[in-house]
């Protein structure tokens, strides 16, 4: 390779990092949307809670039957999966039944073996939520993933738990709760390769939690 398109990549890739250096964090677009949410904007979010399991280390270990491929990096469909499910399963069953209906929906009507590997999973990974997290209620509220070529980056918004009220769980099935609801954002990577998987009622003017 001739020295002069050496220093041209170089200064390429000292461009691309630049770049990257200037884009928001996953945190960052989170807590900026929060603050524009109808749901989120009054909740008070406490950044980085150093006393509380950490919301993505939870979901992606609950999400690690999804995971495909050597490299050991959950896809962004998988995520969002687990977190529907984990969601839909502080439901009463119909509602359970009306989130699995919402997602198979989404897939096309004739290709009957995606809505029968979309329901199968979804009922693994109920019954995953009820025999290894039975205990953590927590509600997540928002969350944001981001990707790059070897690392999937997870951060999170959640309730903190404890007496959430299901009427108010309506409008979370995907990530989403009830106004004025106090939450909390977490993030977590996973490196392809090391794969580092780590809520009852919504009080009124109660906290969120976030966490990097």
């Known amino acids: 390779m001739s020295a002069k398109r050496e220093r041209k990549q170089q200064r390429r ?15 960052q677009i989170l807590l900026k949307r929060a603050q524009q949410s109808d749901y989120l904007k009054d909740a008070q979010i406490v950044v980085n809670p150093g006393d509380m399991e950490k919301m993505p280390d939870v979901i992606l270990q609950f999400a690690e039957p ?23 399963s502080l439901l009463p069953k119909a509602e359970q039944l009306e989130t699995l209906k919402a997602l198979v929906d989404m897939l096309p009507e004739d ?67 009830h106004p004025s609801t106090t939450a909390t954002p977490w993030t977590q990577r996973t490196v392809a390769g090391e794969n580092r998987p780590g809520t009852g009622a919504i009080p009124d003017q109660s906290p969120a939690i976030t966490d990097v």
């Open 111 to 177: 290709d009957q073996d995606a809505r029968r590997e979309l329901a199968a999973a979804f009922d693994m990974l109920l019954a995953r939520k009820r025999r290894y997290f039975a205990k953590n209620t927590r509600v997540i509220l928002d969350y944001q993933i981001t990707e790059s070529a070897d690392m999937v980056h997870l951060d999170v918004i959640s309730t903190p738990g404890k007496a959430y009220h299901l009427p108010q769980l309506e409008g979370i099935r995907h990530g989403f709760s």
């Open 13 to 27: 890739a000292r461009k691309r990092k630049a770049q990257r250096a200037r884009q928001p964090s996953g945190q």
């Open 66 to 88: 999804l995971i495909q491929g050597p490299a050991g990096v959950i896809s962004k469909n998988a995520i969002r999966l687990a977190i529907a499910v984990w969601n839909a």
